[in-house]
């Protein structure tokens, strides 16, 4: 690098290092590590971009990204949200971590793993995360426990109002302030302004184009009548609403990508700084891909190749486009290598280190696989062909549709590739929900907030969930002393804690006590206070949602509870049930008490 090139010569001159040693402390300004910024959309597929090919959309922004850095033209993902973010921060494949849902615990990676983040944060970067987190929300699960100092967004996997919604600070339930990936880029922009002069790693996981499709006028005026020339395969069945939304968010996201470079820029930081983007994986719905089978969720191209683009000036080529398979578990690794710090983790690493390939020091191709696995299905991708979850074999170099089965020409690869798949998965595979004894946390001794939603909840009784997808989902129908929601929970410390419930009740139903209790420890509290708001979310739509609607709930303090460290079920129920019902029900926010 010409910085440490710089800064050797100036040793040599000095005679530091020649006849004595000394420490410089902290390097100056113009010497620091390079900065990182990683963009990561949500549900955005390899061609929702004007930069592949799509004529429906124009997203200038985030194609320089591409035109004056370099591409991966063959760069996979895994089909769905969790198990892509868990193999970004860790360098390992998603079936080693504990990751197998991407809710209900099941979205959480092991603590015994290591994050780009921490490693980062260990050689003096200031951290941040900004969006949609989607690997755990109970501290030390939590994104400031797994090497980031700031957190602002929502740790669930999807969110059901985009529009100045309740969000997290730092564990801290607050109002969101306007459309959100506006929102998270502006926290972008502070964290970079506040940090201009220190290295940095931000992180903005943004949370669209994931549903529910809401995005601001300005961008939905322009998509919503316009005639669309890129469309699906003629044999799916594209819903032209759906396209025409997710295109104009992906449109946003552009336009805050351009935010986040004109900062960069006018701070005189673009030639120091590292800028990724991709998509965790393939599109939410069928619409124009390249002409790729499949989509989120499935395991052949069209669900797990995503855009990945990479810019450093001075270092990374303008316009190289590479070849060579890559993928999610490559990020850390690489990341590492072009920074020149060790890869130190406790824990073998899957991927690959590719600065050399980025620096074009060694343009060898080298022969490797990777996995693609999701809801029992796994495929496997070697430079040029594809072996899928049926074990069909396809040569994607001439056929990104695999339409033509080339398994019986080749079979000996066919073969050793089924081989290595059945190897990978034995080998990988070792969490199931049904041996998944891990409990949800309360009480890390570094963490202040910790919350228990619904979504992590078991309702007994005659409550039911507001929606089949837990993520922003509230319980309702609580209507007996018989009902109770309850969770799993580990103590890890015992202390004292304020606690307050989120609910919801019409003024005909006040009255009700609601108990909370884990171990021997017992709170109740009286709902004496009317809330009854409407549902929210159906007004921003542009197409209708499958995922639950939401509404504003209001804090009920419990009071303060004592808990003793260990394992218990924590349990909320109605010692009285005054009227028809107790009310509705979204989470139990805790506060460490000193």
């Known amino acids: 690098m010409k910085l440490i090139k710089v800064f050797i010569l100036s040793l040599f001159i000095t005679g ?4 004595e040693k000394k420490t410089i402390e902290k390097p100056l300004p113009t010497q620091k590590r390079p900065n990182v910024i990683l963009f990561l959309a949500d549900d955005q597929g390899w061609g929702d971009l004007s930069s592949s090919g799509n004529s429906n959309l124009h997203t200038p922004h985030i194609d320089a990204i591409k035109n004056y850095g370099a591409s991966f033209d063959n760069f996979y993902v ?3 949200c969790s198990p892509t973010r868990a193999e970004l921060l860790t360098g390992r494949y998603f079936t080693r971590l504990g990751v197998y849902e991407t809710s209900s615990g099941g979205e959480r990676f092991n603590l015994n793993e290591t994050t780009i983040a921490e490693i980062l944060q260990e050689t003096g970067y200031r951290t941040a995360a900004f969006g949609k987190w989607h690997n755990g929300m109970q501290p030390p699960y939590h994104p400031n426990s797994r090497g980031f100092e700031q957190f602002y967004g929502f740790a669930s996997g999807h969110w059901g ?4 919604p309740m969000l997290e600070n730092n564990g801290k339930l607050v109002q969101g302030k306007g459309f959100l990936v506006d929102d998270l880029t502006g926290q972008g922009i502070n964290f970079i302004e506040k940090h201009a002069n220190e290295p940095f790693f931000l992180y903005l996981p943004y949370n669209t184009p994931h549903s529910p499709m809401q995005v601001p006028d300005e961008y939905w005026n322009k998509m919503k009548h316009k005639p669309l020339d890129s469309l699906a395969s003629v044999d799916k069945d594209e819903d032209l609403q759906f396209t025409k939304a997710a295109l104009a968010m992906v449109e946003n996201i552009d336009t805050n990508v351009g935010r986040i470079m004109t900062t960069i820029e006018q701070l005189g930081l673009e030639e120091n700084t590292i800028i990724i983007y991709l998509s965790d994986n393939g599109p939410n719905a069928y619409r124009w891909n390249g002409g790729m089978k499949g989509k989120k969720g499935n395991v052949d191209e069209g669900g797990v190749r995503t855009p990945f683009f990479i810019k450093w000036p001075g270092h990374i080529k303008n316009g190289l486009n590479l070849v060579d398979i890559a993928g999610s578990i ?3 690794p690489t990341l590492c290598g072009l920074l020149e710090i060790p890869v130190s983790t406790n824990k073998p690493i899957d991927g690959k280190d ?5 620096l074009q020091k060694d343009t060898t191709v080298q022969e490797r696989l990777i996995f693609n696995h999701w809801n029992g299905k796994t495929s496997v991708r070697n430079q040029q062909f594809r072996l899928d979850e049926e074990n069909r074999l396809y040569d994607i170099t001439i056929d990104r549709g ?15 590739l089924i081989a290595a798949k059945e190897n990978w998965q034995e080998e990988t595979m ?3 929900k049904n041996n998944d004894k891990r409990a949800f946390t309360l009480g890390y ?9 619904a979504r992590d909840g078991i309702a007994h009784g005659s409550i039911i969930r507001s929606n089949q997808w837990p993520n922003d989902s509230f319980f309702t129908n609580w209507k007996s002393v018989n009902d109770s929601i309850s969770w799993d929970v580990e103590v890890m410390e015992e202390g004292r804690f304020q606690v307050h419930l989120y609910y919801t009740c019409p003024e005909k139903d006040l009255g009700s006590i609601v108990e909370l209790s884990f171990n021997g420890s017992k709170i109740a509290s009286k709902i004496t206070e009317a809330h009854d708001p409407e549902l929210i979310g159906m007004h921003n739509d542009r197409v209708p949602r499958m995922e639950s609607y939401v509404k504003n709930f209001k804090a009920l303090d419990l009071g303060t509870i004592s808990l003793t460290k260990g394992n218990g079920i924590l349990t909320l129920k109605a010692l009285e049930v005054k009227k028809s019902q107790v009310g509705d029900f979204r989470l139990l926010q805790f506060k460490k008490v000193e």
């Open 330 to 332: 490559d990020l850390l």
């Open 354 to 358: 590719l600065s050399a390939l980025l």
């Open 78 to 80: 895994q089909p769905v």
């Open 445 to 453: 001794p570094q963490a202040i907030y910790t919350q228990l939603p």
């Open 402 to 416: 695999q339409k033509i089965d080339v398994s019986h020409i080749y079979t000996t690869l066919r073969d050793s």
């Open 161 to 164: 109002n985009y529009f100045s």
């Open 16 to 19: 530091i290092g020649c006849t």
């Open 430 to 432: 070792t969490l199931h």
